[in-house]
């Protein structure tokens, strides 16, 4: 190690105390790569400051010795944001000792948090008070609302309440060279020029260190009902989106699709899971209805939905949850895809984004092309069809090798994402750019979009060392010389 990093060390080391470095061998690794293990990563160190003020000046430590940083959260992120280059040069700092939850105002409905409260913490905290904080995914056991803000996360209740963007009314930020800026205000409304809360969520660490947010509550839902309804194909779901949101409203809280393929791997992999139905169907739906009154005739009220929807002939069979356990039961069958496929080998994500519309003419097209293409491959798709977002993921022929499969991966993205484009879509619609897709953003974002975003990043981040290689492919003008030490000609 050179004396100028052992000095960091030592000085990072006076900021957060011996328990805020990562030295433990053992735990380490837990740090340098992502839940799938498709990321590894090195680092100088990984440091754990456990309020705003310590992250601040780790930040202006790392700042004035021009060493990178990358923000981590919860470690559940799709896309290789949160973990470090193979240099062993840059610092990773971990937010999960800043767990307080500061404030809560049920009257102003809104809850102040850190950033490294996890999701389910704060869902809790939420219930607590009688209020319900909405954002709900699969992770939500162990990401955190850092994380959450950073990659601006959707989940399974967009549909009704919008993503994390939606979700958010103030931030507290760590800029790239360790000021703090205060924007924790409750305000619904607020024109006082940009809207700079914005800028930070979904940045994925690039921009700035996430601290605390003001979030959104809402009122509790008392009563609830769920349904796993079989289709013919993605034509019968976005019909019966239609018929669901015209009948029920914004009592409409998930509206999730799944493909046959999806079901059956977490009916192999997932223990405990079983088939709903005797018969196997191509497409299923997982449809829940939520409402804040204990009384609300929600099986009813789905029941009749479901039962007109049946005698058009637009779903092939449908079963409503009689109890929490049946609940539970569908919504594992739902939330197990990612860990289910995770046994098939190495999987291709694209989590991409068309208009609702155009969700079924996406699905036969890239179907169509990636078979006569990639013969054998298996095709995951499914998600949350109410957003127009599919999780369109791909699994290697059985028998395969992942060797071949991964020399594919590329030709296979590109054509995916060709497909995206003629829909209008998007290459990502919920989990970010991260290291995963940045060269494919240079691709399928305009020059004028790339440029925009390259000014926000050198304003706010001019030395690039926030979260460096994350989202942007390369930025031949950031200042390397900075970096390096030098002077800039
Ligand atoms: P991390 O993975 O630690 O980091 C993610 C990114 O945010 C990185 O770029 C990191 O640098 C940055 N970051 C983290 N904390 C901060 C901070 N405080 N300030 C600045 N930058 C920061 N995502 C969805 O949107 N919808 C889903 O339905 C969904 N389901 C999932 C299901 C499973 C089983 C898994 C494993 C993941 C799922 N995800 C989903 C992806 C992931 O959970 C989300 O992206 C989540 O928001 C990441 O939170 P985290 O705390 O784990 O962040
Ligand atoms: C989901 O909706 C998540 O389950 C994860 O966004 C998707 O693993 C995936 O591709
Ligand atoms: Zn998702």
């Known amino acids: 190690m050179s004396p100028a990093h052992a000095a960091l060390l030592q000085a990072l080391e006076a900021v957060v105390g011996p328990a805020g470095l990562v030295r433990d061998a053992a735990v380490l690794p837990a740090y340098l790569s992502d839940w799938r293990d498709a990321y590894r990563g090195r680092a100088l160190v990984v440091v754990r400051p456990a309020s705003t003020a310590e992250v601040a000046t780790v930040v202006r430590l790392c700042h004035a010795a021009k060493i990178p940083l990358v923000p981590q959260g919860g470690n559940t992120g799709l896309c290789g944001g949160s973990i470090p280059d193979a240099s062993g040069t840059q610092v990773v700092i971990s937010l999960t000792r800043l767990r307080a939850i500061r404030a809560i105002d049920p009257a102003n409905d809104t809850i102040t948090v850190e950033a490294g409260v996890i999701l389910r913490s704060l869902q809790e905290a939420a219930a607590q008070v009688g209020r319900l904080f909405p954002l709900s995914l699969g992770a939500e ?3 955190t609302v850092g994380g959450n803000l950073a990659t601006n996360a959707g989940g399974t209740a967009v549909l009704r309440y919008g993503n994390m963007r939606d979700l ?5 930020v760590v800029l790239a060279d360790g000021r703090i800026w205060d924007g924790l205000r409750g305000l619904r409304k607020d024109n006082t020029g940009y809207d700079l809360k914005q800028l930070f969520i979904g940045s994925e660490g690039t921009l700035g260190i996430i601290t605390a947010a003001v979030l959104k509550l809402y009122p509790a839902i008392r009563s609830l009902t769920t349904a796993w309804v079989a289709l013919s194909s993605p034509q019968a779901a976005v019909a019966l989106l239609e018929r669901m949101k015209a009948e029920c409203g914004d009592r409409l809280s998930a509206f999730e699709l799944m493909s046959r393929q999806s079901v059956q791997f977490v009916l192999d992999h997932v223990p405990g899971c079983r088939d709903p139905f005797q018969e196997t169907h191509p497409w299923y739906l997982l449809i829940e209805l ?3 009154r204990a009384d609300a005739p929600l099986p009813a ?85 109410g957003d127009g977002n599919l999780h369109y993921n791909i699994s290697k022929p059985p028998g395969s090798s992942d060797a071949t499969f991964k020399a594919q991966a590329e030709a296979i993205m590109h054509l995916i994402y060709g497909v995206t484009q003629t829909f209008a879509g998007s290459i990502s619609a919920e989990h970010g750019l991260g290291q995963a897709k940045r060269e494919a953003a240079r691709h399928y974002k305009t020059p004028l979009e790339l440029e925009l975003m390259r000014t926000l990043k050198r304003a706010l981040d001019p030395t690039g060392l926030m979260n460096p290689g994350k989202v942007f492919a390369e930025d031949p003008e950031f200042d390397e010389s900075l970096i390096k030490g030098q002077a800039r000609p």
């Not at 958010?168 to 507290?172: A, I, N, Q, S």
């Not at 609702?356 to 996406?362: C, D, Q, T």
């Open 290 to 292: 939520s409402d804040t």
């Open 168 to 172: 958010t009314l103030g931030l507290e």
């Open 301 to 385: 009220h789905l029941e009749q939905a479901l039962g007109e929807a049946m005698e058009q002939g637009e779903i092939l069979d449908a079963v409503v949850a009689a109890n929490e356990t049946q609940t539970a039961a569908l919504w594992a069958l739902r939330e197990g895809i990612s860990e289910a496929q995770n046994h098939e080998g190495p999987s291709l994500k694209h989590d991409i984004s068309v208009p609702v519309s155009s969700i079924p003419a996406f699905i036969e097209v890239a179907d169509r092309h990636l078979l006569e293409a990639f013969p054998g491959v298996r095709i995951v798709s499914y998600g949350h069809v």
């Open 141 to 143: 056991g162990s990401c």
